[in-house]
């Protein structure tokens, strides 16, 4: 496929995705078949247009746009929609900043900034006043609000404080659940603007998204940046909808962007796990001393801080564990690990975000029409990505644990010696199984397997830094090993088994 901007789109209002770069390893025709899946869902009529990219540690790799953006072109990688609550990261990560600099803390009650709240009765006499960390964990007892609050973006704050004064309805006591909120997060920006003492969007330009280099990430139109049309389906076809303007709830999905700029605000984000795996060194080298926010905090806006009952609701992932961080949803993969996302839905438009933490490999989509539910496209663009590459590996062992396998195989080949044993396991290992018995249990295991200890393991498995699994080869079976170091510093080992296993058939 060849590249094509939007200003030479080809005829059949599709932008081609572009080229892989060839150290990312990414194989082309499963980018070829992400191209294919938005590519059809706009054939479908699904949405006028349809607009996508993956990312990698290093950036965009491939992007790809179809359809019309709303002025007879198909998108690219720099058309901008607006992405709506995707944009809840940035709320977050806004507020964050703030505690930062030892402005706020998490646990404060949201009336310590909004004083308006104060009118609203709790739904019970012993409830807490919600927490900044409870709106921000979508646990502050509010229904799910999402058709109410995609009206409310340019409300103004005066509005806002004759809502709350009026009073609210809650679903469930304060930080006891989750549910998802807008209203929690124009609360957050209300805050955000009150210890800043700047409006919010000017905070958030101003602190993240300029530091950043998001130039054509913005709460009004970008400069600069071809725009895509929001519509609706009607009964005579699509029907053009108006933007609205910034406002009080700006800071629940006020945003436009670019796959561009998403894409980079999304890896901004996964390197904060660039490796910080234990036993390795080096940090996000891209962001290093310039970040506008700490590694640590955009760490934990990726930490799951309330379980989401039945998962994220998208299809195929209702069964996969999920929660939800500080602006992020976070979902649990048994074969790749943990994976970061967030989607947008606006009168309009549909938005996605999501990534692998262990890779950084990501999907942004963007969609220009109401309920078009481009989450469904990129989550399965994600997963052709994530199966066409091998599982991360696991964080390497450290080196006491090595140490350790290494003691651990000289009192074996020595008769497992007491003197030696108390020198290499904690006390509880004697206690759990007494020496005579583990000494007995190691010769018939020796005499059984005929393992060979002097030689090279031929396979080796860990599940963390301090466990390690190794085979030693023999001529009737192989000798199976496993440790498990306890958490002080000595490196001790408190768990050891060794038994036969049958060799694998030659």
């Keep these: 496929m060849t590249s094509a901007s939007s200003s030479d789109a080809a ?6 995705a572009r080229a892989p770069r060839p150290a990312d390893r990414l194989p082309a025709d499963v980018l070829s078949r992400i191209d294919d899946l938005f590519r059809q869902r706009v054939e479908r009529g699904v949405a006028p247009s349809s607009a996508w990219g993956v990312f990698d540690r290093q950036g965009l790799v491939a992007s790809g746009g179809h359809g019309d953006r709303g002025d007879g072109r ?11 609550s995707c944009t809840k990261s940035v709320t977050a990560a806004a507020l964050l900043l703030l505690t930062e600099r030892g402005l706020l803390d998490l646990d ?5 900034f909004v004083p308006a709240f104060a009118s609203v009765a709790l739904p019970r006499p012993d409830a807490p006043v919600p927490t900044l960390r409870m709106l921000l964990t979508m646990s502050a007892g509010f229904p799910t609000d999402d058709p109410w ?12 404080d004759g809502v709350l004064r009026g009073g609210l309805l809650f679903d469930r ?8 909120s807008n209203l929690g997060y124009a ?13 919010y969007q000017r905070f958030a330009t101003e602190e993240l998204l300029d530091p950043l280099g998001l130039t054509r990430t913005a709460f009004t139109a970008p400069d600069g940046a071809a725009l895509a049309s929001g519509y ?12 609205t303007g910034p406002g009080a709830f700006s800071s629940i999905g006020g945003l436009f962007s670019t796959v561009t700029d998403l894409a980079a605000w999304a890896r901004f984000l996964a390197a904060a796990f660039d490796g910080i795996g234990v036993g390795t060194t080096g940090a996000a080298a891209a962001w290093s001393g310039s970040a506008p926010l700490s590694a640590a905090d955009r760490r934990a806006m990726q930490q799951a801080s309330r379980t989401i009952p039945g998962g994220t609701g998208l299809p195929g992932l209702r069964d996969r564990p999920a929660g939800y961080g500080f602006g992020l949803f976070v979902e649990q993969d048994p074969v790749v690990g943990t994976i970061v996302s967030h989607s947008g839905g606006y009168p309009g438009f549909s938005a996605h975000m999501r990534w692998s933490t262990a890779d950084g490999v990501g999907v942004v989509a963007f969609e220009n029409a109401t309920g078009a539910r481009v989450p469904m496209a990129a989550t399965e663009a994600h997963d052709l990505l994530l199966s066409a590459r091998p599982a991360p590996p696991a964080d390497p062992v450290l080196d006491v644990t090595r140490r350790a396998q290494a003691a651990v195989t000289r009192l074996l080949a020595d008769g497992f010696p007491d003197d030696l044993a108390d020198a290499v396991c904690t006390p509880n290992v004697a206690m759990d199984v007494p020496y005579e018995r583990r000494r007995a249990a190691v010769r018939e295991a020796l005499s059984a397997s005929g393992a ?10 860990t599940r963390s830094p301090t466990h390690l699994v190794w085979w030693h080869p023999g001529s009737t079976g192989l000798l199976r090993v496993e440790i498990r170091l306890a958490p002080i510093a000595a490196g001790l080992v408190q768990t050891l088994t060794v038994r036969v296993e049958d060799a694998p058939p030659v």
């Design 232 to 243: 609706r389906s009607g009964p005579d076809g699509w029907e053009r909808l108006p933007f």
């Design 452 to 461: 060979d200890l002097a030689a090279r393991p031929v396979r080796e498995e």
């Design 173 to 180: 006591v304060p930080g006891t659940g989750f549910a998802y």
């Design 187 to 199: 609360l957050l920006g209300r805050v955000v603007a009150r210890v800043s003492g700047r409006p």
């Design 108 to 112: 404060d009650p949201v009336t310590a």
């Design 11 to 16: 005829p059949d209002n599709a932008a081609s």
């Design 149 to 160: 609050a995609d009206r409310q973006e340019s409300l103004s704050d005066d509005a806002f």
């Design 74 to 84: 198909a998108p690219d990688q720099d058309t901008a929609y607006r992405i709506a």
